[in-house]
Nanobody, 119 residues
Framework: QVQLVESGGGLVQPGGSLRLSCAAS????????MGWYRQTPGKQRELVAT???????NYADSVKGRFTISRDNAKITVYLQMNSLKPEDTAVYYC?????????????WGQGTQVTVSS
């Protein structure tokens, strides 16, 4: 099993910044994808930013230029630096780790951390 522990959410004013962290532990293979998704009530969970299994990054168009994903491979930790936050960034942010073990892909999710952007 894989455990993901997120931290760093909170309330911030428009234009402000937050940094999310997600630490993974458990049965993790050497090649995995890891990143951030978000969800608001009544909507599907959407990708925010992620590292692919090949090590490249993907960003949602809505966050490009404002959010930066980074990682510490030794700690199996991924970070999301969020700058110039907007009210529409308000959501529950979920950390995700995906990996293939014995040919089977599995996704693991954190418990979610609330980000609220409001004045």
């Amino acid at each position: 099993q894989v455990q993901l522990v997120e931290s760093g959410g909170g309330l911030v004013q428009p234009g402000g910044s937050l940094r999310l962290s997600c630490a993974a532990s458990g049965s993790i293979v050497s090649i995995y994808a890891m990143g951030w998704y978000r969800q608001t009530p009544g909507k599907q969970r959407e990708l925010v930013a992620t590292f692919t299994t090949g090590g490249s990054t993907n960003y949602a168009d809505s966050v490009k230029g404002r959010f930066t994903i980074s990682r510490d491979n030794a700690k199996i930790t991924v970070y999301l630096q969020m700058n110039s936050l907007k009210p529409e960034d308000t959501a529950v942010y979920y950390c995700n780790l995906g990996q293939r073990v014995f040919g089977r892909w599995s996704d693991y999710w954190g418990q979610g951390t609330q980000v609220t952007v409001s004045s």
